[in-house]
């Protein structure tokens, strides 16, 4: 079956760096579409970064310049290198999957927290 499991987060001050994993396995990685979501307390879960099959990406304007998307088909893993973190990135990060005929999977979320 379908698991993602993420991983790397944790209590970061506003300006550091974290980098998030999601390990994949139960289905073809390398054809999928791998997204990172985020969601705050109180907020909707909203879209941080995708990754195509083809290795495109497209970014949030709110992390365009201090978020990276990449993955390691080899590993099954897709990382979001987070850098010049601020305080309104604290939230939990989710990794989703997307099959090439549009259904999701998603992990348990790993939370980041960005304060001082």
């Known amino acids: 079956q379908v698991e993602l499991v993420e991983s790397g987060g944790g209590l970061v001050q506003p300006g550091g760096s974290l980098r998030l994993a999601c390990a994949a396995s139960?289905?073809?990685?390398?054809?999928?579409?791998m997204k990172w979501r985020r969601q705050a307390p109180g907020k909707e879960r909203e879209l941080v970064a995708v990754?195509?099959?083809?290795?495109?990406?497209n970014y949030a304007d709110s992390v365009k310049g201090r978020f990276t998307i990449s993955r390691d088909n080899d590993k099954n893993t897709v990382y979001l290198q987070m850098n010049s973190l601020k305080p309104e990135d604290t939230a939990v990060y989710y990794c989703?999957?997307?099959?090439?005929?549009?259904?999701?999977?998603w992990g348990q979320g790993t939370q980041v927290t960005v304060s001082s």
């Open positions: 989703y999957a997307t099959s090439p005929w549009n259904r999701d999977y």
């Open positions: 139960g289905f073809t990685f390398s054809i999928y579409t």
């Open positions: 990754i195509g099959d083809s290795g495109s990406t």
